[in-house]
């Protein structure tokens, strides 16, 4: 059980130092504090590798074929870079939904491999997207590394071990599957991570699948079969998600037209991006543009 006290303490944090939607970074590096008082609508976004111990109130992610929901008590782990749709289902400004989330570190992670070695792993492949039911130890850790956020002092002295202990008990849990699965380097999980950092890095580009799974060093069809496990989605369509979610931020941050923000992430046809964008958003570029300056939760 979260315990109240933690839940106070986060909210007021956010409160004093943030905005209310808006991750709210808490000085120790990739940990931050989330709070909204109210609920949200389901919006695409993207979600790098990442924890999340919700403190109050509840969220779900969509992963096109699947629906997750975590809420107070429970972990989220995402173990890839996915594109997502999200929204906060539990709210109010009695009881806001409350979280700490934590980017995960693949090298903190591959550093124990030695001490997760001995947990067996079953024929179950694991998901991407996962949530459970935090246990105790857990939402100590993450407790305490708040507490150490408070004290730059004790923090940098002390963060780093809190860190590692996060990292391997996120490894432990039943639904930290996948993230064991990375610590091996010759793993389906791991082949596709590195093929996820390809699209992320050249998504302005055509890529052909065939060279994605040769860098992988998969064949075109497991390559496939495995890319759509991890991400829920295909190699083509995980690269236009990461065009349209790029185009929406150009959008709303401003100084760009539509045909601007098409062309500067790989689209060639202003009227194919305008088209697949009002798909994916249920909104036409030009309405998404006519918000710049307004504040997203």
Do not use: W
């Not at 700490?100 to 991407?128: F, K, Q, T, W, Y």
């Not at 039911?133 to 305490?144: E, G, N």
């Amino acid at each position: 059980m979260v315990p109240d006290d933690l839940v106070r303490d986060v909210f007021e944090f956010v409160q004093t130092n943030g905005e209310m939607g808006e991750a709210c970074p808490t000085g120790i590096d990739g940990f931050i504090a989330i709070s909204n008082t109210q609920t949200t609508e389901c919006s695409a976004t993207f979600y790098e590798p990442i924890m999340c111990l919700v403190l109050q109130g509840a969220k779900e992610a969509h992963a096109r074929n699947r629906v997750v929901r975590y809420s107070a008590g429970d972990t989220l782990i995402v173990s890839h870079a996915v594109a997502l749709e999200a929204a906060v289902i539990q709210a109010s400004p009695q009881h806001p939904y409350t979280a700490l989330a934590l980017h995960l570190d693949m090298s903190i992670l591959r550093s124990m491999a030695d001490e997760i070695g001995g947990l067996e792993e079953n024929s179950v492949a694991g998901h991407s997207v996962d949530a459970d039911v935090s246990d105790r130890a857990l939402i100590d850790a993450v407790s305490r590394l708040f507490r150490l956020s408070r004290d730059p002092v004790e923090a940098k002295a002390l963060a780093p071990l809190v860190l590692r202990e996060i990292h391997f008990r996120l490894l432990r849990a039943g639904h930290g599957r996948m993230l064991r699965q990375l610590l091996r380097q010759d793993s389906p999980a791991s082949r596709i991570s590195k093929a996820i950092a390809v699209l992320r890095s050249d998504f302005r580009e055509s890529i052909a699948v065939a060279d994605l799974a040769a860098f992988a060093g998969m064949s075109p069809s497991a390559f496939h079969e495995h890319f759509k496990a991890v991400t829920a989605t295909t190699p083509l369509q995980y690269q236009k998600d990461l065009r349209l979610l790029e185009a929406r931020q150009l959008l709303l941050s401003g100084g760009v037209s539509v045909a601007g923000a098409a062309y500067d992430v790989g689209y060639e046809s202003p009227t194919q991006f305008s088209r697949e964008f009002s798909r994916k958003f249920g909104a036409s570029p030009s309405d998404i543009k006519s918000r710049a300056g307004a504040v997203v939760v």
